[in-house]
């Protein structure tokens, strides 16, 4: 066939041409025979490599003795071990051409690493001292505590925050989950013998998944992890409590106020699954119809409609034992009442009504080449198999994610929203200047206040 | 050391559009950049704010792709996209499945050709970005601290001093014949260039640009813009107020040199012997030793730009967070102490050797992503659009890093005694607000 004439060619949109398939790198999977987990992949895009050494144990596992104890002692490990004072460990680092931090979340602590390959070992002999031998020096101990507390100091003015930790806390209560950062007084009271502690029990080989990705060969760099790792000596963990959760039901809004604010912060959101479960990807597909992507309804509404707003989205959030659905926008103070109405406007439509083919197929299309997106960098790719091998998903997960994402149906993305967006019991967190809230916010279900420390009012 | 040899070909449509290619077929996936030579810096008077609206209505619609067109295309093929405005450039840009190359160069160029949109889509992105600017700045502890706070207080030239985010008054006054002039008046081919990266070979990529890019008309380049700053002789200082945080700040800018000069290459490897992480001087002494401050960062060009992405009159920033029981004088004095000791006793090379290394592993990142997980070569195309427009060689790329590697100490020294005078800089206290008992 002829080519078009030039005048079709700029007011036709150009059809895609045949997709080129995503060709797996060369990957190597083991187990010391301390039970350190080891995945390592070639990716030769710069001279460098990437790695996070893992630990399956975080905030949740200590939450009852000592909320964020996990935390504050994954920010420790850096600051000093039995052979090395914490100016050394940062002058070290930035000689190898190395990046590092530590930190932990609920499920797991992890330190990260990135670095120049001429200092691969260099600095696996570093990480391996960091989770071994750290010291826990007591003067750097109280000038990360105080750190740590105006740290907190700063997030309890900071609205994004203070909505994220209302909505834990109405999602799940007293189980660990329940508290996203540890109270003044709690960091005040830690204590030297209980960071030691967890990182005597948890930073264990057995424990552990080491995953690097980079410019290596894995049998060589498989040999360097045997030599710096080998000899650690394995142990026994125990799995975190997961107590009841709270019953939820109907709709119930939460006001926090904050004085001065210029702008609300919403968060609507409802317990979910893990990435485990069967449904997984269904809702996947369906929060991106809905407000996962730029191009979804929620978007569409009430950002590019209405100009309610510049960061609305929607999210499935996934941890170990649980999961939760949210949706959250931060809009100016007279159009809180008409947000949520369109929030859950858009979410009874997809309750309601099957998806288009059309907007289906746009939206199985979006996941699957974001998927693609993510291989084509070392920290993509190490996020990848940072999260398939860390949650014990099938060995094929990332393999055949595209083609279980294009085998979803309407009637899957419907299945999902009846289950997952529960519309009819959300919870409603408004974070803002209570007097220009609260009748808006109060149409929404019966409604408790809060202040920025997260007394009641 | 590895050589760098990035594979970069380079060509100009009759219309004065520059366009580079940079292949590299190992993963299926293309980025591709559009990068005009406009940036807030010289949006109209009256208007500030305007170059960042505007970057906002490049997404409502251009002549066959109406409202939400653009947005739908690129996601539906597996794609993101999106847009920023810098001090002197603007770009657009997409990463997708190279399935959908073709798809993208023609939203582009429709863009580039023509943009149609009306009244209504100028009131919905008004109303966006005063949100944006609210939850980025007027809601959030230390908003704006310090790239909105040190300009109006170190510059006297208009361009280089206004509210870049926009005062509301402005978002407010801007017209459509405001953005229809804009559009004529900096988004000529001419006054951009256009980047393919990734999967497709050179041969390709040039014939898809000149499918899709040549027949838009050239038109006439924009005047050079006013963008000097007189000689500044006395420190200049001015106290923000911090809404919500509870901790005081403060900001100290010298002016950066100019780009590709040898005091540039020192003064680089100067702000990272200062900021460069907590191994750095700033860090390693306020936060880590003396424990006055318990944040501390900077670099040329922070927070909002970096070494490589300006074009005119910069600072090197230092922003610090100090504890309260420390007085912002106490403060400086302690901060002073540590530039005055590297003007007077300057660097070793034990130093300064491991210094360049992080560098250097630091660009190699920076080639890699520099944008999160889902732009790949983002930093690639920023630097190979920079060098374009500004120095007219994208090939700097590849060995742009020989200047900063050939540094000595005395440079650094040098460089050190040269900008960092208290006469030549600027100074922003940011002084949380008397809060009543509660």
């Known amino acids: 066939m002829a080519s078009a004439p ?15 398939p995503v060709i797996w790198p060369p990957r190597g999977r083991t187990t010391l025979s301390n039970g350190l987990e080891v995945v390592l992949v070639e990716s030769h895009t710069i001279p460098k490599f990437t790695g996070q050494l893992f630990f399956r144990s975080g905030n949740a596992v200590v939450a009852a003795k000592a909320p964020g104890i996990a935390d504050m002692t994954a920010t420790m490990v850096r600051t000093g071990t039995t052979a090395r004072a914490s100016r050394q460990i940062e002058e070290d680092l930035r000689r190898m051409g190395a990046d ?80 996203i950062s540890p109270t003044e007084a709690q960091v005040e009271s830690y204590r030297l013998d209980q960071l030691q502690d967890f990182y005597r029990q948890y930073y264990r080989p057995g424990n552990a998944l080491l995953v690097m990705v980079g410019d290596f060969s894995p049998q060589a760099m498989l040999a360097q992890v045997e030599q710096v790792f080998g000899s650690w000596a394995a142990g026994k963990v125990d799995e975190a409590p997961n107590p009841a959760l709270p019953e939820l039901y109907g709709r119930r809004v939460y006001l926090v106020h904050l004085p001065d604010a210029v702008q609300a912060q919403i968060v609507v959101g409802n317990r979910a699954i893990t990435r485990k479960h069967p449904d997984w990807l269904r ?29 609305p989205r929607s999210g499935v959030h996934p941890l170990r034992q649980h999961g939760y659905f949210s949706i959250s926008a931060a809009v100016r103070n007279d159009v809180v009442a008409a947000t949520l109405s369109e929030m859950f406007y858009e979410v009874d439509r997809m309750r309601s009504t099957p998806v288009g083919e059309e907007e289906l197929a746009d ?11 993510g291989l084509a960098t070392q920290d993509g790719l190490a996020g990848q198999l940072a999260t398939s091998t860390l949650e014990r998903l099938p060995e094929d997960y990332l393999e055949t994610y595209r083609e279980r994402i294009l085998a979803l149906t309407a009637a899957d993305v419907l299945d999902a929203a009846q289950k997952y967006f529960d519309s009819a019991n959300a919870q409603i967190v408004v974070v803002g200047d209570r007097p220009q809230l609260e009748t808006q916010a109060a149409l929404f279900g019966k409604m408790e206040v809060y202040d920025a420390q997260g007394e009641p009012m | 050391m590895t050589q760098l040899n990035i594979p970069i070909e380079s060509m100009s449509l009759p219309n004065g559009l520059r366009v580079v290619v940079s292949p590299d077929r190992a993963a299926p996936v293309a980025t591709v950049g559009v990068y005009y030579n406009i940036g807030f810096r010289i949006e109209p008077r009256g208007r500030s704010g305007f170059a960042h609206l505007f970057e906002h209505m490049m997404f409502q619609g251009s002549a066959n792709a109406g409202k939400m067109v653009h947005i739908k ?23 997708v499945p190279s399935n959908a190359l073709e798809r993208v160069l023609w939203l582009e160029a429709d863009r580039m050709r023509a943009l149609k949109v009306d009244d209504e889509n100028l009131r919905n992105q008004r109303d966006v970005v005063k949100e944006e600017v609210r939850v980025n700045v ?70 898809l640009a000149e499918r899709y890019f040549a027949g838009i008309p050239s038109g006439p380049q924009p005047a050079p813009a006013d963008i000097d700053e007189p000689p500044q002789i006395d420190e200049r200082r001015g106290v923000v107020e911090e809404k919500f945080g509870t901790l005081p700040g403060i900001a100290v800018g010298y002016p950066a040199p100019r780009r590709l000069t040898p005091d540039w290459c020192a003064a680089a490897m100067l702000d990272r012997a200062l900021h460069g992480g907590r191994a750095g001087r700033v860090y390693r002494s306020l936060v880590l030793e003396q424990q006055i401050a318990v944040d501390a960062e900077g670099g040329i060009h922070y927070p909002v730009g970096d070494l490589f992405d300006y074009n005119g009159p910069t600072l090197m920033v230092t922003r610090l967070l100090h504890k309260p029981e420390y007085s912002a004088d106490q403060t400086i004095a302690a901060y002073d ?85 208290r006469p030549n800089r600027s100074l922003v206290v940011r002084q949380p607000a008397k809060k009543e008992a509660a």
């Open chain 1, 6 to 20: 030039r005048s079709e060619i700029h007011t036709t949109v150009p059809a895609l041409s045949p997709e080129r």
């Open chain 1, 100 to 179: 590092l931090s530590s930190g932990a979340g609920a499920d797991t602590s992890v330190v990260s690493f990135a670095g120049l390959v001429d200092f691969s070992n260099g600095l696996l002999r570093l990480v391996a001292e960091l989770t071994q031998q750290a010291s826990f020096p007591a003067d750097e101990f109280e000038r990360e505590r105080r750190q740590l507390v105006e740290g907190l100091r700063i997030e309890r003015a900071t609205s994004g925050f203070l909505a994220s930790e209302r909505m834990r806390k109405v999602l799940f209560g007293a189980h660990p989950y329940g508290a």
């Open chain 1, 283 to 311: 809702l996947t597909l369906a929060n991106s119809i809905y407000g996962g992507a730029f191009n979804s309804r929620l978007v569409m509404n009430i950002r590019e409609q209405k100009g309610y707003t510049y960061s």
């Open chain 1, 363 to 373: 939206a199985r299309n979006y996941l699957t080449g974001l998927f693609s997106l």
């Open chain 2, 73 to 95: 295309l690129i996601n539906s093929s597996g794609g993101v996209l999106n847009g920023s405005t810098h001090y002197d450039v603007t770009n657009y840009y997409e990463s």
């Open chain 2, 138 to 207: 007027l809601n959030q502890p230390y908003g704006g601290f310090p790239w909105l706070d040190l300009p109006p207080i170190a510059y006297r030239n208009w361009s280089n001093a206004h509210n870049f985010y926009g005062d509301f008054d402005d978002l407010d006054a801007a017209t459509l014949d405001d953005v229809q002039k804009f559009f004529k008046t900096y988004y000529a081919p001419s006054n951009a260039v256009l980047l393919i990266l990734g999967d497709v070979d050179v041969d390709e990529g040039f014939k």
């Open chain 2, 337 to 421: 102490q540590i530039l005055d000791e590297m003007k007077e006793k300057g660097i070793t090379s034990e130093e300064l050797e491991p210094i360049k290394v992080k560098f250097r592993s630091n660009y190699f990142s920076m080639l890699e992503g520099g944008h999160g997980a889902s732009i790949p070569r983002y930093g690639l195309m920023h630097l190979l659009a920079c060098f374009t427009l500004f120095d007219n060689d994208p090939h700097l790329v590849n060995s742009i890093l020989d200047g900063f590697m050939e540094v000595t100490p005395d440079a650094v020294q040098s460089v050190a005694r040269k900008i960092l005078r």
